[in-house]
């Protein structure tokens, strides 16, 4: 059995103010977090005052997430080589000039590119908190709750956002949104400079520019064509073209890291069942979380008519139940194991989306809050304990890395979540749509344009007016909920799919952990007995004593 890696204590005066370096951690990613929500919120009133295309709208939101996504495991070893402190920091300067230009845009392309360096910056900070936290907890047990609150930040993110936005939108103009980085990226650099301790690799090796470039080609080819699938349908030529060039690219990254002396990434590491089987199972959560979080906010504005700030604040039982149960979390696994509590999380989840899947355009909000609560209470017991088996399956000179691996199957996750349930709901959206239409008195050309999605719909709806606009509406309501009920009930099969592959090959419990001063101890005692024991004559007398390093023990 392989024993967990475990930290040395840190020095007194950063082991005593731990769970502070933990809220600036904290404040960090919700920054990170928060800006993959709250420019959606935005986007409406970005296209009117930009005169932004459809095109340009989904690039203001996938520019940030293709440079994020495939700079998270160079930036992570970059922090493991030069220092996760200064990668922190570097990385929240970058996002704070950056989110500046962003509010100051007056063309898209300009926002686009913006948004591409906000990216830069994210993929700096997002690796470096979970490292330097690794790092910062000692203690195995405190170490998971760290996580735990770790995880819960960031769920708790993903719902705040649209909230935050909301109210911005109300209040201000759309730049807004942007500008609330900046006092956050002051008081984070500052509380960083004060109390976050700096840490690195001691024995990283030269970097790894080949290892580097490589993954970088290849997780933004992944991702643009997870991204391009969902717009122009998952067997477009140019889109299989370029998952035929990501899987080259990645499999020539994997060749070379095993090769390089110094890699950037041991890929070794996948074999180990405990590192796996949470990345896949992250993996999975996100998938399911983004993809259904994707849904559901159409679902509450454009169905049910809420506002943004309206729809944002119906999905604060969301945040509050993921910031009790992943605080939680970490005790359950005490208890009952790793395995069963994230186990049993996708399965939760998985009959949250199967209630989401029962919702009609009729539907309650207390029904809608109820799938929330079933969905976040999945999620919650997911996320924690599988982040502290990727990060406790590592030595904590790696946790840059680790935690690049972490963020990077969260990204491609939520990325493959919504380009997948999002192809599932636009194909039964506008099948179901065209052939509601087919009886009725509209417009020619009407059918086409509104089958593209339901905003356009409703539009045209109210542009026609009268009984035809209602009943134009009603049908698009209806066939958007339908095609919505098939996308989550193929993100509950995903995760009950995820729960099996856990069950199967999730370890149930780590290895208690031993610090190196206690295993040297130990190795101490075992030579000296060995020793003595020849001293004595009770040894083979033909023959030296033993003296290999005795195994940590668990």
Known sequence: MTTAPTLDRPPDAVHDRRWVILGVLCLSLLLIVMDNTIVN???????RDLDAS????????????????GLLLTAGALGDR??????????????????????LADDPAQLVATRAVMGIGGALVMPATLSILTNVFADAKERAQAIAIWAGTAGIAVALGPITGGWLLEHFWWGSVFLLNIPVVVVALLAGKLLVPTSRDPSSARFDPVGAVLSIAGLVTLVWSIISAGEHGWTDPVVLAGYAAAAALIVAFVVWERRTPSPMLDVSVFANRRFSAASAAI????????????????????VLDYTPLQAGIRLLPMAAVMMVVSGASAKIVEAVGTKFVVGAGLIIAAVGLALGSLLTPGSSYLEVVGMLVVLSLGMSLTMAPATESIMGSLPPAKAGVGSAVNDTTRELGGALGVAVLGSVLSSAYASKLIDALAGMPVPAGTAEVASEQLGAALGIAEQVGGAPGAALAGAARTAFVDGMGTSLLV?????VLGAVAVFAYL??????????????ADEA???????EAVRRGSGDPGSEPDLEPAPARA
């Open 41 to 47: 919120v935005a986007l409406p009133t970005i296209q």
């Open 54 to 69: 459809t095109s340009d709208l989904q690039w203001i939101v996938d520019a940030y997430v293709l440079v994020f996504a």
């Open 82 to 103: 030069f220092g996760r402190r200064g990668a922190l920091s570097a990385g929240l300067v970058i996002m704070g000039v950056a989110a500046g230009l962003s509010a």
């Open 283 to 302: 993996t999975l959560t996100f998938f399911s979380l983004i993809g259904a979080f994707f849904l559901i906010t159409q679902y509450l504005q454009f």
């Open 491 to 495: 993100g509950a099969a995903v995760a």
């Open 507 to 520: 370890p149930g419990r780590a290895a208690a952990p031993v610090s190196t001063e206690r295993a040297e």
């Open 525 to 531: 005692d075992e030579a000296d007995e060995a020793d």
